[in-house]
C-alpha cells in the first residue's frame, strides 16, 4: 500500500495517461494564480508537491517512474502553460499574476536548495557544490526557462516581447540574484545581446523591461563576455544604459534606468545630469532618492554640488525646488553636523585659484534655509570674536541672515543680540577695509612672474569679498542711531576716494552713501568732492620731479667723458636713451589718466543710478554733465567714451530736453561704433523711450525722427553677423511694443521673421526671447492680435520665399509649422480677454474670418501658385465663429464661390478643402439667418 499522500482525487482518472494528468494539475495551478495574489503561496506549494511527485514517480505518477525524464516533461509541461500568459496585453492583470506567481514559484525552489546547501562542509565542499549544481532540477528548469524565453524576445507581436522581458527582469532580480549555483555563461552572453537589443524597441513598456534586466547584470556580478574581457563587457553595458538614460523619449524608461543604476565614480555625474531632464518627476528623484542614496554630499565635487544647487533651487516645478530646498536644509547639514560655516567652506565661495564662485544660488539657498530651520535662528551667534576674524563663509553668514531678518520683519531682542550696531559695524567695517588695503598695495617679490603681477593674490580676494559683505549689511541697517549714521557716512566718504578698491565695492560704497546722506543733493555733493579728490591726484603727477632732472644731469655727464667716443654717436645715444625715458613716462602718465577718468566716471555713474530728482535743478548735477561726463563722451579711449556715453544716458533720464538733444548721437553712436558701444547706444535708446515716451518726438525738439530711429531697430534685428547686438535689439524691441511704448507695424513684423530665421537658430537667447514675447504679445490684447492679422499673408509670403531660398544643411521649420503658429497667435479664442458668447469689443470675433478673405483673395491671384495650396490649407484650420459680423462672413462665402468658379486648375485635395468650407460657411449663415 503506498503511503504517499496524495495531492490528486484517484477518481476519474485511473485510465489517463501521466502527462494529461500532469498538464491539468498544473494547469489547474495557473488558472488559480491568475485570479488573485492572494493564494500565490498555497498554489506555489501545492505546484512544489506535484513536481516532487513527478520527478519521484509518486502516486499519480507512477507511470511516469521519475528521474530525468519525468522532469523534462515536467519543465516541458511549464513552460508550455506559461507561454500562454506570454501573449497577454499589458493592460490585462491576468498576466501580471501568472508571472509573479511563476517568480514566487522558482524563488520557493532556489530557498529549498540554498537551505541544502548551506549545511557544513568539509574540504570537498566546493566540488559537492559542484556536482549539485549539474543535478539540481532547480537549476535545469530555471535554465530551460530562460533558454525557451530568449528566442522570444525579438518577437514580432509587442505583447509577447513586453511579458518576455518582463518576466526575464523579474526573474533576474529575484530568482539568479540567490541562485546558489554557477550560471550558464554561454546562454548570458546570448541573453545580454538580446536585452541590448530590446533597449531600442519602439514600445517604451519592452524598453522599461529591458533596461531594468540588463541592470541585474552589475547586481549579479555577471558582466561577461564572448572573449572573457569584463572591462569590456562593463563598459559596453554602461555605455547603452547610458545613452538610454540620456536620449531615451519615454520618461518612465529614463526613470527606471535612473532607480536601479548602480552608482559608480564613472556613472554617478550622468545620473547627476538628470536634474535637467524634461520630466519633473524624474528631476525630482535626483534631489529624493540619488542623492540621499549616495550618502555624505563631501563625496560630491565642488563642481557638481554647485550645479545641483543651481539646478534644483531654480528648477520650474516647485516639488522640485522642495526636493532641493529639503536635501540642502536638513540632509547636507546633518552631514555636516549641524555646522552651517562647514557647508558653505564646501561650496567653495573663494577658490584655491582664487576665483570666486556665483553666490546668487546659495543666496537662494540660504534664502530657504533661515526661512525653514527657526531652530538654527534661536541658536545661531555672532558675538565679537566672529565679527574680529572674519572669513568670507562667516561674512556671507551673517549677511544672509541680516536679509532674511530685514525681509521677514524679525528686528527683535533676538536680532538684535546677534547683529552689532552702527557704529561698531562701522569700525568692522574699516578694520576689514584696511586689511584689504595692506593686500592690494603689498609689495610683490622679485621672483614673482608675469601671473602674479597681474593677478590679485587669495587673500587679497578673500578679504574683498568679506568687505562686500559688510557693506550689503550696511546697506540694510538701519540710521536712526545719528552717531552711527555720522560715523558710516565719515567711512563711506573716506573710502570712495580710495582707488585701489575695486568697481563693486565702490559701487556697494556709493549705495550705502546714497541711503545715509540727508537728501540728493547732499549726497551729489558728496560725490563730486570725492570725484575732484581722485581728479587732483592726476593734476599732482603732471610736474617733472626733481630726481628726473638729477638723472638726465649725470646721463650727460656719463656721455661727455668718453673722449674716445665719437661725438656724434655720443649725442645720437644721449637722444635715444633721453626718449626712451620720455616714452616711458608718457605711457605712466596715459595710464595714471585713464584709470582715474575710469574711476571718476564710475563713481558718477553709481550717483546717477541713485539719483531721482530732476537733473536741472540740481547744480552739482550739472557741473558734473559739463566737467565730466561731455568730455568723457568726446574722448578717443573706447572704455573712456563708452562708460561716457552710460552716464550721459544716466543723465537723460533725469531730463527729457537733454534727452531730445541727444537721441541723435546715440543713434549716430550705433551707426559707427563698434558691437559694444552699438549694445551701449541701443540700451540707452531703450531706456529713454520707456522713461520719456514717444512725446520726446511730437514737440520739435528732437532732430531724430521717430521713423528714422524705428529703421536704425529693424536694422538693427537684421544683424545676424553680430549676435550679440542683434539679441540686445531683439529684446529692447520686445519691451518696448510690450509696454506700448512703440506701435510701428514694421518692427512687429520683423521680429516675427526674424524668428523663424534659419540663421537664428544657433542664437539661443534671441529664440528664447522671441518665444515668450510674440505668444505673449499677441495673446494680451485684440489690437495687438488686429496687427498680425492685418500683415498674415505678408508675413506668410516672405516666410515662404525664406524657405525655399533656405539652405539646406540649416535647419527651419516647414510651412506648416510656422502657418501654425501664426494662426494661433492670431485666434482669438486664445487671447486673455476673450469670453465666449460676449462682444466685449467691436470685431473681436472676425481675426480669423479676416485672414480667411484675405488668403482667398490672393489664392485668386494667378501669379501666386506656390502660395495658394499653404494659403488654402489654412482653411480646416480657421476659427470661423456665428458671432462674426455677418457682413464678412457674406463676403467670405462669396470668395469661396468665385474661387471655386475661377479657372485656377486646383488639384483634389485643395478642391474638397474648399467645398468643405463653403458648405460649412453655407450652414453657419443658414443657422445666423434663422436667429
Known sequence: MNTHHSVLPRDGVGNMHWTKILEAEVGRIFTLAQKTTSSHRKNVTQLRNIMECCLNGRQPFELSEGGRRAEKIF?????????????????????????????????????????????????????????????????????YIFKCLIPLLPSKEKSVRYRTTQLIAMLMTSVLAKLPYEHDLEMLVKLKDELIARIGDKEAAVRIQSAI????????????????????????????????????????????????????????????????????????????KILPELGDFRQLTNTMRMKILTWGLNDRDRTVRDATAYMFNYRWIE????????????????????????????????????????????????????????????????RTFNDHCKSELLVDTDYEDKMPEVTKLAYYLQMNMNKLLLEVTREVPDTAGEADLLCPSTTAIEQEFIVEQLLLICKAMDY??????????????????????????????VQVLAKISLDEKDFCMVALEVIAEIQDKLADNDHVSPETSDNMGDDESFHSAFSDVDEEDAVKVARDDGGKARSASTEEATLLEMSVNLKSLLIAQCMLENVHGELMQNSHLVTMLNGLVVPAVRSHEASIRELGLRCLGLSCLLDKSLAEDNLTLFAHCFNKG????????????????????????????CALEERTLYRLMVKAIKLCDAEEVQTCAVEVACKLLLAQVVQDSDLLRSLVLIYFDQDTADNAAL???????????????????????????????????????????????????????????????????????????????????????????????????????????????????????????????????????????LDAVSTATITRAELSLAKLLEEVGRE
Open 674 to 701: 563698434h558691437e559694444s558701444l552699438q549694445v551701449e547706444s541701443l540700451r540707452i535708446i531703450s531706456d529713454i523711450l520707456m522713461v520719456h515716451g514717444p512725446s520726446i518726438f511730437s514737440n520739435g525738439a
Open 480 to 509: 536712526s542711531d545719528e552717531i552711527g549714521r555720522r560715523k558710516m557716512f565719515s567711512l563711506m566718504r573716506d573710502s570712495l576716494a580710495i582707488t585701489t578698491f575695486s568697481d563693486e565695492i565702490s559701487k556697494l560704497i
Open 767 to 905: 529664440r528664447q526671447t522671441l518665444a515668450y514675447f510674440l505668444p505673449v504679445f499677441f495673446h494680451s490684447s485684440f489690437h495687438n492680435q488686429s496687427k498680425l492679422q492685418r500683415d498674415f499673408i505678408t508675413i506668410i509670403q516672405q516666410l515662404l520665399l525664406m524657405y525655399e531660398s533656405a539652405d539646406q544643411t540649416k535647419s527651419m521649420v516647414a510651412p506648416s509649422v510656422f502657418t501654425h503658429l501664426l494662426l494661433e497667435w492670431a485666434d482669438p479664442r486664445k487671447n486673455i480677454n476673450f469670453q465666449s458668447g460676449s462682444l466685449m469689443e467691436d470685431g473681436i470675433h472676425d481675426g480669423h474670418v479676416l485672414i480667411a478673405i484675405d488668403a482667398m483673395e490672393k489664392c485668386s491671384d494667378k501669379s501666386c501658385q506656390n502660395l495658394r495650396k499653404l494659403l488654402i490649407s489654412l482653411l480646416s484650420k480657421l476659427y470661423i465663429p456665428r458671432l462674426a459680423s455677418n457682413g464678412l462672413l457674406q463676403k467670405l462665402h462669396s470668395v469661396l464661390a468665385e474661387l471655386m468658379q475661377g479657372n485656377l486648375h
Open 213 to 288: 534586466a540588463l541592470i541585474n547584470f552589475y547586481q549579479l556580478g555577471m558582466e561577461t563576455s564572448d572573449s572573457g574581457d569584463d572591462d569590456a563587457v562593463a563598459s559596453d553595458l554602461t555605455g547603452v544604459l547610458i545613452d538610454a538614460l540620456q536620449n531615451d523619449p519615454n520618461s518612465d524608461a529614463r526613470r527606471a534606468i535612473l532607480v536601479n543604476m548602480p552608482i559608480s565614480e564613472f556613472v554617478l555625474p550622468y545620473l547627476l545630469e538628470r536634474a535637467r531632464d524634461v520630466d519633473a518627476s524624474t528631476r525630482k528623484l535626483v534631489f529624493s
Open 75 to 143: 519543465c516541458m509541461t511549464f513552460m508550455k502553460l506559461l507561454s500562454r500568459a506570454l501573449i497577454v496585453p499589458k493592460k490585462e492583470v491576468a498576466g501580471d499574476r501568472v508571472l509573479r506567481f511563476v517568480d514566487s514559484f522558482l524563488m520557493l525552489m532556489v530557498d529549498t536548495d540554498i537551505g541544502c546547501i548551506s549545511t557544513p562542509r568539509g574540504s570537498d565542499g566546493p566540488q559537492s557544490a559542484e556536482i549539485a549544481s549539474t543535478k539540481s532540477s532547480t537549476y535545469r528548469l530555471i535554465t
Open 335 to 398: 552631514d555636516a553636523e549641524g555646522d552651517i560655516l562647514e557647508v558653505l567652506e564646501r561650496m567653495h565661495l573663494i577658490g584655491t585659484d582664487g576665483v570666486r564662485c556665483d553666490t546668487s544660488t546659495l543666496e537662494l539657498a540660504m534664502r530657504g534655509f533661515w526661512g525653514a530651520r527657526k531652530d538654527i535662528i534661536k541658536l545661531v551667534q555672532f558675538d565679537s570674536e566672529f565679527w574680529e576674524v572674519m572669513t568670507p563663509e562667516s561674512a556671507f553668514l551673517a
